[in-house]
C-alpha cells in the first residue's frame, strides 16, 4: 500500500492505524478529520505527503506537534492544505508574457490544481535573471496573473513548488518569450 485516500465519514485517525506502513509514500485526509492520535503513523518511514483537504489553521488546531515523531524519519512529510486530490499542478501550454508599461504581465494557466502550491516566475534577459515573483495557488484555481517589475525580459520561466519552504519543484518549468 503506497497511496491512501481515507474516506470523509472518518473523524478521526486511530493510534497505529497505518503502524510499519513501511511503502505509504501519501495519504489524502478529508476536512472531516479533527484528531489524529500521535502513533497513527508510526513507522511509516517513506510517507513523504499528505493532502489535507482543510486550512493550515485547522490543521494546526488538531494536529499535534509531536504527530510525526514516532515515524523513524529525519524530515516530517510536507503538508498539502484545501486538498481535493493529490495531482501535481500542471501549468498548462498556453501561458503568456507580454510588456506593459515598464513591466512585464505573465498569465499562467494551470490545467489542474489539487492543493495548495506555489508558482515563481523567473524574468530572463538571454541568461540573465532580470527578476523574480512569485504568488500562492489555491487548490481549484484555474490561473494566476503576475506583474513584474522588469522591463528588459526577453523570455520568463514559470515553476510549480510545494513549498517555498521545502523547494520542491511539482512540475516541468515552463518557458514563453515577452511580447
Not at 43 to 58: A, F, I, P, Q, T
Not at 126 to 150: Q, R, W, Y
Amino acid at each position: 500500500m503506497t497511496d491512501v485516500i481515507l474516506p470523509s465519514s472518518l473523524t478521526s485517525v486511530s493510534n497505529r492505524m497505518f503502524d510499519q506502513c513501511a511503502s505509504l509514500k501519501s495519504v489524502l485526509i478529508p476536512n472531516s478529520i479533527n484528531r489524529i492520535n500521535e502513533g497513527a503513523f508510526r513507522l511509516c518511514e517513506h510517507l513523504s505527503d499528505v493532502y489535507y483537504g482543510g486550512s493550515k489553521e485547522r490543521w494546526n488546531s488538531f494536529a499535534s506537534r509531536y504527530l510525526w515523531s514516532s515515524m523513524s524519519i529525519e524530515t516530517p512529510p510536507t503538508i498539502h492544505y484545501n486538498a481535493i486530490g493529490t495531482a501535481v499542478p500542471i501549468i498548462a501550454d498556453n501561458m503568456t508574457a507580454v510588456k506593459e508599461s515598464g513591466t512585464v504581465k505573465v498569465s499562467v494557466p494551470f490545467e489542474s490544481v489539487e492543493y495548495d502550491s506555489h508558482i515563481i516566475t523567473v524574468a530572463l534577459k538571454g541568461n540573465n535573471m532580470s527578476g523574480v515573483a512569485f504568488d500562492t495557488v489555491a487548490a481549484g484555481e484555474t490561473e494566476k496573473t503576475l506583474i513584474m517589475d522588469t522591463a528588459d525580459a526577453d523570455s520568463v520561466k514559470t515553476f510549480a513548488w510545494d513549498s517555498l519552504n521545502g523547494m520542491r519543484p511539482l512540475c516541468e518549468a515552463k518557458t514563453v518569450t515577452v511580447e
